[in-house]
């Protein structure tokens, strides 16, 4: 069963404490491990299905992969409790109700699934290189844990920015983290590579054009 949300909703842009487990371990918990690092097992999968196929210095790229997924579940969970704000509230995942369009339900998942992925995505490979460069378990948690940091920290201004910058933004970092992705691990290379892992690829960049693609309209 899922845990409860409502030590978590806000009043006047302010976390409210509605229940006894506000800011408690177990709030903490599932704030963390339930809505941050099972929003990315959730909707993240693509991105972590090329993770673990990669064939290119595998140990690195787990390495960098469990920073960048820790990192983000952190600060997701910290947002979700109100420890971290930067002025326009975390959209929560919990808060739509399921329907079909860009900014219902369904819609606001594959939008949130399309930035998770492309910040596992540049976190993880990008972290990896940092490592495999000499940089060892220091450079990849540096590299990668920045990433998913600053990512995630940014997600909140960048949708509320204006139309036109907001798609700009988005679009310029799928493009970076999608060529990443590609250019490290060769995943679109059938003849190195696992056939669904360049699946898995193609799936992450439908989920990028489906999120600028709506506010193109």
């Known amino acids: 069963m899922a845990p409860s949300d409502e030590g978590y909703r806000q009043n006047g842009g302010q976390t409210a404490a509605l229940d006894d487990r506000r800011g408690s371990i177990d709030a903490w918990l599932d704030a963390i491990i339930y809505y941050g690092l099972g929003q990315h097992l959730l909707l993240a999968l693509p991105m972590l299905w090329i993770t673990f196929s990669a064939v290119v210095t595998p140990v690195a790229v787990t390495t960098s992969a469990i920073i960048s997924l820790g990192v983000a579940s952190i600060t997701i969970g910290a947002f979700r409790m109100g420890a971290l704000s930067v002025g326009p509230p975390w959209h929560r995942i919990d808060d739509n109700e399921l329907g079909l369009g860009p900014d219902a339900g369904y819609g606001f998942l594959v939008r949130r699934a399309a930035y998770l992925n492309a910040t596992l995505g540049l976190g ?94």
């Open 124 to 217: 993880t490979f990008a972290g990896a290189l940092a490592d495999a460069g000499g940089g060892g378990l220091v450079g990849a948690f540096l590299v990668a844990g920045g990433f998913a940091f600053g990512a995630i920290l940014a997600l909140p201004s960048i949708r509320v920015l204006p139309r036109t910058q907001s798609v700009v933004i988005r679009t310029l970092y799928y493009v970076v983290s999608l060529a990443v992705v590609a250019g490290t691990t060769r995943v679109l290379d059938l003849s190195i590579g696992m056939p669904s892992a360049a699946l898995a690829f193609g799936v992450v960049c439908a989920f990028a054009i489906f999120d600028v693609g709506m506010d193109l309209r």
